[in-house]
């Protein structure tokens, strides 16, 4: 079993940074694709990102201002958020996929995955 906690989200300007972390525990996830997705208010869950080694997978709304980093040794992955937009507003959840065979296209379409319990993201404009 994975276990994996979010850290890192609050309250950021329009414009501004944020750094989320996601810090797993139960075993080692270097061998295995890890994604973020986001659910706003009243919307579904959505893709936001995913990395399984050096394939690198985002979502268009966020191409440009996220990036994705991934600490082995720390068993953490990451998701730098660039340039926020209100529209980021959100609950952020890591995802880390049970299978190391999930590439990271794939973890995008897929909901079968170990989950953290989400980190909020507010964007004031």
């Known amino acids: 079993q994975v276990q994996l906690v979010e850290s890192g989200g609050g309250l950021v300007q329009a414009g501004g940074s944020l750094r989320l972390s996601c810090a797993a525990s139960g075993r080692s996830i270097s061998f295995y694709a890890m994604g973020w997705f986001r659910q706003a208010p009243g919307k579904e869950r959505e893709f936001v990102a995913a990395i399984r080694w050096s394939d690198r997978r985002l979502a268009d709304s966020v191409k440009g201002r996220f990036t994705l980093a991934r600490d082995n040794a720390k068993n953490t992955g990451y998701l730098e958020m660039n340039n926020v937009e209100p529209e980021d507003t959100a609950i952020y959840y890591c995802?880390?996929?049970?299978?190391?065979?999930?590439?990271?296209?794939?973890?995008?379409?897929?909901?079968?995955?170990?989950w953290g319990q989400g980190t909020q993201v507010t964007v004031s404009s």
């Open positions: 995802a880390v996929a049970r299978s190391p065979a999930t590439t990271a296209q794939a973890m995008a379409a897929m909901t079968d995955h170990y």
